[in-house]
């Protein structure tokens, strides 16, 4: 509970929309698994659609993986995804938002919804992370992202913490 005090003086930072500026040539398994730690949309993101999943279907992860990998697959082919920092600054937002607000979606809108968020940070880290042992890296660390929201969904303050995520959205679009 004392680190969630800090959050609101965390959002306040001034932070870059791109993923993680400077790593454009990581490499290795250890780089792919920090990659999504260390990037705050990323890691929000996350956590969100994690804890929005508790709500809807077990099913949204493992398409969320997919969709990550395929836009990490995208990326690492040198295709930028249009709209990228804005997509990524916009899935903060909403998945913040869904998560707070307890959303109960059809299935395919769900799902569509996850998906794109998905592809746009999947495509974020494939053009940061070109090598195939940094995206099994990054895929981990973000089922790890994934289940842990899963888990906090179960806690009280999880729609708070949703807030939060959303708010940090809304500083992600304005920067």
């Known amino acids: 509970m004392r680190a969630l ?7 306040c930072l001034p932070l870059p929309v791109l993923a993680h500026p400077g790593h454009a040539h990581s490499a290795g398994f250890a780089a792919g698994l920090l990659h999504p730690l260390t990037g705050l949309d990323h890691l929000l ?3 969100a659609i994690g804890i929005w999943s508790a709500r809807q279907s077990p099913r949204l992860l493992p398409l ?8 990490a697959a995208i990326g690492q082919a040198g295709l930028r995804l249009p709209a990228l920092e ?3 600054a916009l899935s903060v937002l909403v998945a913040g938002a869904l998560a ?5 979606l059809p299935g395919l ?4 919804i996850v998906a794109g968020f998905a592809l746009w940070h999947g495509n974020a880290h494939g053009l940061e992370l070109r090598q195939a042992s940094a995206s099994a890296g990054f895929l981990l660390a973000s089922a790890g992202l994934l289940m842990t929201g899963r888990r906090l969904s179960c806690w009280p303050q999880a729609r ?6 959303a708010a940090a ?3 992600l679009l304005a920067a």
């Not at 707070?100 to 109960?104: K, P, Q």
């Open 160 to 165: 708070m913490l949703g807030g939060a995520v």
């Open 5 to 11: 005090r800090l959050l609101p003086l965390v959002l």
């Open 109 to 112: 809108a769900a799902g569509a």
């Open 86 to 88: 804005g997509g990524i």
């Open 169 to 171: 959205g809304c500083v």
């Open 64 to 71: 969320a993986l997919a969709a990550l990998a395929a836009g």
């Open 45 to 47: 993101a996350l956590l």
């Open 100 to 104: 707070a607000a307890a959303v109960r």
